[in-house]
């Protein structure tokens, strides 16, 4: 069993920047592929960003060169640096780890893009 939590979700202006970080349980937290997904009011859930357990990163094209995910396997962390932001960057925002076979998901964290 692999528990998530996620933090770091607030309100923002837009063109600013928020970092979310997401805690894994697990021992063999290097092994996890990760992702980080978000959800719209009204819209299907959609990932953002992925690393694997090698270390390599894909996006989603609409956050491409303002959004970096990276993961400190000593400290079971993975983050998303969310700079350059836009009003339609607003959802609440999922991490997810793949361990076994199986996915997990965390409860998710608020980011609101709004002046």
């Known amino acids: 069993q692999v528990q998530l939590v996620e933090s770091g979700g607030a309100l923002v202006q837009p063109g600013g920047s928020l970092r979310l970080s997401c805690a894994a349980s697990g021992s063999i937290f290097s092994l996890y592929h990760m992702g980080w997904y978000r959800q719209a009011p009204g819209k299907q859930r959609e990932l953002v960003a992925a690393i694997s357990s090698g270390g390599s990163s894909a996006y989603a094209d609409s956050v491409k060169g303002r959004f970096t995910i990276s993961r400190e396997n000593i400290k079971n962390m993975v983050y998303l640096q969310m700079n350059s932001l836009k009003p339609e960057d607003t959802a609440v925002y999922y991490c997810?780890?793949?361990?076994?076979?199986?996915?997990?998901w965390g409860q998710g964290t608020q980011v609101t893009v709004s002046s």
């Open positions: 997810k780890a793949i361990s076994g076979g199986k996915v997990y």
